[in-house]
């Protein structure tokens, strides 16, 4: 589904950059391996739409600690459009391929004493 909105020079290159980031470096861990997709319930097998996606990224907590990535869910909920087109195509990207991307293991741990 192709939900690519019409946007601003400055946001387009914005939007360029996160998608070309997206396809030239989908780096998947050969360690994880695939997944099964036999095994699981039907409905979870389909293909992800731009609403769905949209409706998670509206449900993202604000005030929250950003990833090894450094993307905070503001940023993300703030351009919802070129977000969203973007995240539909990874995800399914992954559900179709069975591969988990090796970086989705990767995590900050801060101890507090």
Known sequence: MNC?????DDLMIFYEHFRQLGANNLNVSKDI???????S????NREINC??????????????ASGKDNVFSELIKNSLQPFSELLTDFFN?????????????????????
């Open 4 to 8: 690519k909105p019409s946007l601003s």
């Open 33 to 39: 391996g695939k997944f099964e997709m036999g095994n």
């Open 41 to 44: 319930i039907d409905h979870l």
């Open 51 to 64: 609403s769905e996606m949209t409706r998670c990224i509206r449900g993202l907590k604000n005030g929250e």
């Open 93 to 113: 990207l992954v559900l179709e391929s069975g591969e988990i991307p090796h970086n989705w293991g990767v995590s900050i741990f801060c101890p507090i004493f």
